[in-house]
């Protein structure tokens, strides 16, 4: 099995990151994390890179043309596929459109359901019997595009902001793989 060439962009802590490392050692798992992006220098995910050998880069996104910077970076190394996990920073619609290629989000929320930030304390005060996460293809529009997969869990009274994430986080570690599997076996 050839593998895709896969960019992981982030802004923070990088556990879907790290997960996503972890399982594309497994050989039949259809991509390589060969690079990793982010905006923010002391992003978390940048040690895991690290450790895990992963070229990274750290993009300034306050200049002028960052998106034809990344877009060259992303030619360079041959990307097939960008994930965005937890990258606090919209794709512009040239990006988008001058990559060509596959762009996936993770969102913690049930989409369409609770777009934007803030989700759990939304969840709560909306009194939602079930949260979870979603996986979907990114377009113009924030947590808009179509949907790969979605994980869901009950909510129970005594759930706080913290509890919920912890929740979406241990289904966000099975649904990211899971969503990059299963577009691979479409095509
Ligand atoms: C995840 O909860 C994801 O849904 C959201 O950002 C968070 C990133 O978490 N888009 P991590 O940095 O992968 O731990």
Known sequence: MVKKNAC?????????????????????FPINIKLV????????????????????VVVNTQIKNFDTHILQILKKNKISIIC????????????????????INIHPSLLPKFKGLNT????????EKKTGCT????DEKIDNGHI??????????????????QKTQILEHQAF????????RKN
């Open 84 to 103: 965005l996990a937890g990258y606090m920073k919209i794709i512009s619609k040239n990006l988008i459109k001058k990559f060509g290629k596959k762009i």
């Open 8 to 28: 992981v962009f982030i802004s923070g802590k990088g556990t879907n990151l790290k997960n996503l490392i972890l399982r594309s050692r497994d050989n039949s």
């Open 135 to 138: 996986v979907h293809y990114v």
């Open 37 to 56: 992006i982010t905006n923010k220098k002391n992003a978390n995910g940048i040690i895991i890179a690290k450790k895990n050998l992963i070229p990274f």
């Open 148 to 165: 790969i997969s979605q994980k869901f869990f009950y909510v129970n009274s005594n759930d706080d902001e913290k509890t919920l994430k």
């Open 120 to 127: 759990f304390s939304r969840v709560l005060k909306n009194n």
């Open 177 to 184: 793989p899971e969503a990059i599997i299963k577009i691979f």
